[in-house]
């Protein structure tokens, strides 16, 4: 399993929000670039990066940092989501060298979009699916709709989706543990590997995921407690090397 | 008359999403039944074999459940599936572990990725354990490709590969850095790197044309 470090952008700073709240944001770097370049150190071998803003706006606003983050470190594997909606906003991104757009808001808006991207773009595409309660949350979850999201997830499944980024918005910034159950539930219904997010807070919670991994879990983001030091990537990374 | 599809489980992964996979391609008369049981697996009329973790883990709780035997008899007899470990254990020997017995089936070896990557000159740029999707070339026809198209992907994790002394074995064909044996085929075995219950599509395909593949 992949502990994949998260890096949030908002006014070109790196943040970590409580519950994806834009009001309840803590600025952790001022040089997001330098962030990366500290979890490249600690060994992460895939970056996760969210333009807040540009989950907000529906484009891209912080394009710059993002082919500076690419630039710098071209080994690195990087997904990137937030405001990710048409053709040209990912070929750009992916001539930049990040290596896997994900698509939030549009799968849920237009899911047809997914399939058609997958086509154009065939091994570059994740769908992030983020929820409440099971509802799946969409622009900056700011708007909480009605599908449920393990329905929502199956419909990508044979689109070519690399994986499904299922985030629980609840515990997400909160620091209080993940909801294994409701991750491994959505491993199990569907036939493509998922990647977990949201309230990841310690080496507990780590295990907890490695001991389900095997249901198709292929990655662990983990934004505020790598950044509060409850986790120590290296060490956490090279514990489930060893499973 | 009901048939039997038995899913070994010796205590080496969840074994949820393969059998969840399985009843869901089943045909109408057949039941998948996940079982440590040796009698269940001669009285099946076809056998999965899963399997995630370290060899040594594997062939120690496969010998502690006494399903050696069983499992050789079966793989003699039946329609008989093996998966990532599942496959890797048929071999003769793995190198992980510092050296592993294994059920030697197959002649052959289970080699480690790192090595090869570090030949290759790919060191940096392919990680290990290899893990996503990846082509499959398939090198010989085989009732389980039926209607899956040559080079289509399938999800892989894993740190070793199966290397059988036989090429004439070879089904299946990836390349990560170096080029691998990703399926192994020989009468009423098959056996495959990757995980079919991940792999969307052309997985539950490839489970589909087990369970309907007569010998």
Redesign the interface.
Same mark, same amino acid.
């Given at each position: 399993m992949l502990l994949i470090p998260a890096i949030d952008l908002k006014d070109g700073h790196c943040v970590r929000l409580r519950q994806g709240l834009m009001e309840d944001s803590t600025v952790f770097s001022e040089d997001p670039v330098a962030m990366a370049g500290q979890w490249v150190e600690a060994g992460a071998r895939r970056l996760h990066i969210v333009d807040l803003d540009g989950a907000f706006a529906g484009k891209p606003k912080n394009a710059d940092v993002i082919h500076e983050i690419a630039d710098r470190y071209p080994d690195l594997t990087i997904q990137l989501g937030g405001g990710i909606r048409d053709e040209d906003t990912i070929a750009g991104y992916l001539d930049a060298g990040v290596n896997f757009l994900i698509i939030g808001t549009q799968a849920v808006k237009e899911p047809h979009f997914v399939a058609e991207v997958c086509a154009e773009f065939p091994t570059h595409i994740i769908v992030g699916l983020d929820a409440k309660d099971g509802k799946v949350a969409t622009e900056g979850w700011s708007k909480l709709s009605k599908h449920d999201v393990i329905d929502m997830a199956k419909r990508f499944e044979n689109d070519g989706v690399e994986a499904i980024i299922y985030t629980d918005i609840s515990r997400d910034g909160m620091m209080k543990g993940v909801n294994v159950d409701a991750t491994v539930k959505m491993a199990q219904a569907v036939t493509i590997p998922i990647i977990a997010s949201g309230g990841i807070t310690d080496m507990d919670d780590v295990k907890a995921l490695s001991a389900v991994a095997d249901e198709g879990i292929m990655g662990a983001i983990t934004g505020r407690a790598i950044y509060e030091g409850t986790i120590d990537l290296k060490q956490a990374q090279t514990w489930l090397d060893e499973q | 008359m009901s048939s039997l599809i038995a899913v070994v489980d010796y205590g080496m992964?969840?074994l949820? *999403?393969v059998s969840?996979?399985l009843e869901h391609v089943a045909q109408s008369d057949q039941i998948v039944k996940v079982t440590a049981d040796a009698d269940d697996i001669s009285e099946a009329d076809r056998v999965v074999f899963p399997g995630? +973790?370290a060899a040594r883990d594997c062939m120690s709780e496969i010998k502690r459940l006494n399903l050696i035997e069983p499992l050789l008899k079966a793989a003699e007899e039946k329609p008989f599936l093996g998966i990532c470990m599942g496959m890797q254990v048929l071999m003769s020997h793995s190198d992980e572990n510092d050296g592993v017995s294994c059920m030697d089936l197959f002649p052959g070896d289970v080699k480690f990725f790192g090595d090869k990557l570090n030949q290759s000159g790919e060191e +940096?740029?392919l990680?290990i354990p290899h893990? +996503?999707?990846n082509n499959v070339s398939h090198k010989q026809s085989h009732p389980l490709w039926n209607g899956i198209k040559d080079d289509n992907?399938f999800?892989f994790?894993h740190s070793y590969y199966v290397e059988p002394k036989d090429e004439k074995l070879i089904a299946g064909q990836t390349n990560y850095g170096i080029d691998f044996t990703s399926a192994i085929a020989r009468d009423n075995v098959f056996a495959v790197q990757f995980?079919p219950?991940? *792999?969307?599509?052309d997985?539950?395909l490839l489970l589909e044309n087990f369970t309907r593949w007569n010998i």
């Amino acid at each position: 399993m992949l502990l994949i470090p998260a890096i949030d952008l908002k006014d070109g700073h790196c943040v970590r929000l409580r519950q994806g709240l834009m009001e309840d944001s803590t600025v952790f770097s001022e040089d997001p670039v330098a962030m990366a370049g500290q979890w490249v150190e600690a060994g992460a071998r895939r970056l996760h990066i969210v333009d807040l803003d540009g989950a907000f706006a529906g484009k891209p606003k912080n394009a710059d940092v993002i082919h500076e983050i690419a630039d710098r470190y071209p080994d690195l594997t990087i997904q990137l989501g937030g405001g990710i909606r048409d053709e040209d906003t990912i070929a750009g991104y992916l001539d930049a060298g990040v290596n896997f757009l994900i698509i939030g808001t549009q799968a849920v808006k237009e899911p047809h979009f997914v399939a058609e991207v997958c086509a154009e773009f065939p091994t570059h595409i994740i769908v992030g699916l983020d929820a409440k309660d099971g509802k799946v949350a969409t622009e900056g979850w700011s708007k909480l709709s009605k599908h449920d999201v393990i329905d929502m997830a199956k419909r990508f499944e044979n689109d070519g989706v690399e994986a499904i980024i299922y985030t629980d918005i609840s515990r997400d910034g909160m620091m209080k543990g993940v909801n294994v159950d409701a991750t491994v539930k959505m491993a199990q219904a569907v036939t493509i590997p998922i990647i977990a997010s949201g309230g990841i807070t310690d080496m507990d919670d780590v295990k907890a995921l490695s001991a389900v991994a095997d249901e198709g879990i292929m990655g662990a983001i983990t934004g505020r407690a790598i950044y509060e030091g409850t986790i120590d990537l290296k060490q956490a990374q090279t514990w489930l090397d060893e499973q | 008359m009901s048939s039997l599809i038995a899913v070994v489980d010796y205590g080496m992964g969840n074994l949820r *999403s393969v059998s969840k996979a399985l009843e869901h391609v089943a045909q109408s008369d057949q039941i998948v039944k996940v079982t440590a049981d040796a009698d269940d697996i001669s009285e099946a009329d076809r056998v999965v074999f899963p399997g995630q +973790g370290a060899a040594r883990d594997c062939m120690s709780e496969i010998k502690r459940l006494n399903l050696i035997e069983p499992l050789l008899k079966a793989a003699e007899e039946k329609p008989f599936l093996g998966i990532c470990m599942g496959m890797q254990v048929l071999m003769s020997h793995s190198d992980e572990n510092d050296g592993v017995s294994c059920m030697d089936l197959f002649p052959g070896d289970v080699k480690f990725f790192g090595d090869k990557l570090n030949q290759s000159g790919e060191e +940096g740029k392919l990680k290990i354990p290899h893990m +996503g999707w990846n082509n499959v070339s398939h090198k010989q026809s085989h009732p389980l490709w039926n209607g899956i198209k040559d080079d289509n992907r399938f999800y892989f994790v894993h740190s070793y590969y199966v290397e059988p002394k036989d090429e004439k074995l070879i089904a299946g064909q990836t390349n990560y850095g170096i080029d691998f044996t990703s399926a192994i085929a020989r009468d009423n075995v098959f056996a495959v790197q990757f995980h079919p219950e991940k *792999s969307a599509a052309d997985g539950l395909l490839l489970l589909e044309n087990f369970t309907r593949w007569n010998i």
